[in-house]
């Protein structure tokens, strides 16, 4: 366990347990945390910062409700990171992650050539019975899984390898390939984690996930891919602003 030591002014008018909740704050975003670090408990800590427990856990509901660290049971209180929060455009994962200076790593799972399923079939406007890839990725930020996302695309767009989707995003990949993306329907719910899931995102089965499918349109309104991609609670969160 990491020993953060931590300057608390008695005397300032910044409550004690807000005091202690933005140091831990920093040292969790500076990386002094790192992620997976386990905390010690509520009564060791408030003992080490000279503090009452009620103190301390406000200061510790406090990381949990802004997704800096998590509870579990028999584990206790451990450091998942700064979330990710994504913006809702028209852009990729990928691409989001490196805007915000994350090195997003990809493992490519499935990568095959199927018949597509009559619902596949009809959110890629193609015939019954027409062939698509079907893809599946992992998506991990630091080592650490983020998202599991499930891709189908027309055989038409493009040229997919495992080498390249493990190396690039799947939207630049088609851009290159002269894909032009105009616009897309995308819907995002919420779930709980099957046994697959939870075995792939490294989270409790029953976990909370957020759910997004979309379906790519390029410029011509022509559908060139459906995704159903799942992304750990904890870890990820669409920013939406409404303006009247």
């Known amino acids: 366990m990491v ?3 931590i300057a ?8 004690l347990y807000h005091q202690v909740a933005s140091a831990f704050d920093k040292a969790i975003r500076d990386g002094v945390l790192p992620p997976e670090t386990k905390l010690e408990n509520e009564i060791s800590l408030a003992k080490r910062y000279n503090l009452s427990r009620p103190t301390m ?6 990381l949990v409700r802004d997704g800096l ?11 998942i990171g700064p ?5 809702l455009r028209l852009s990729s994962l990928y691409n989001d992650l490196q805007d915000e200076g994350a090195d997003p790593e990809t493992q490519v799972l499935t990568l095959e050539t ?13 015939p019954k019975g027409a062939e698509v890839y079907h893809l599946k990725r992992l998506r991990l930020v630091d080592n650490r899984p983020l998202a599991l996302m499930e891709n189908w695309l027309p055989l038409t767009v493009a040229t997919l390898t495992r080498e390249g989707l493990e190396s690039d995003g799947l939207y630049n990949i088609l851009r290159r390939a002269g894909v032009d993306f105009r ?36 410029s011509s309104g022509t559908p060139v891919e459906f995704g159903h991609h799942v992304y750990r ?12």
Request: charged letters at 30%.
């Open 233 to 244: 609670a904890d870890r990820y969160s669409f920013d939406i602003m409404l303006m009247n």
């Open 3 to 5: 020993e953060l030591e």
């Open 114 to 126: 199927i018949t597509a399923e009559e619902s596949i079939s009809e959110q890629l406007g193609l």
């Open 83 to 87: 979330p990710v929060r994504r913006n």
């Open 69 to 79: 660290v998590v509870r579990r049971r028999g584990v206790g209180t451990q450091v």
């Open 183 to 218: 616009m897309a329907q995308q819907k995002v719910g919420a779930d709980i984690a099957n046994h697959e899931q939870a075995s792939r995102l490294k989270v409790d089965v029953g976990s909370a996930l957020v759910v997004m499918e979309r379906t790519g349109l390029d």
């Open 8 to 15: 608390i002014d008695r005397s300032s008018p910044i409550p």
């Open 57 to 62: 856990r406000q200061a510790m509901d406090q």
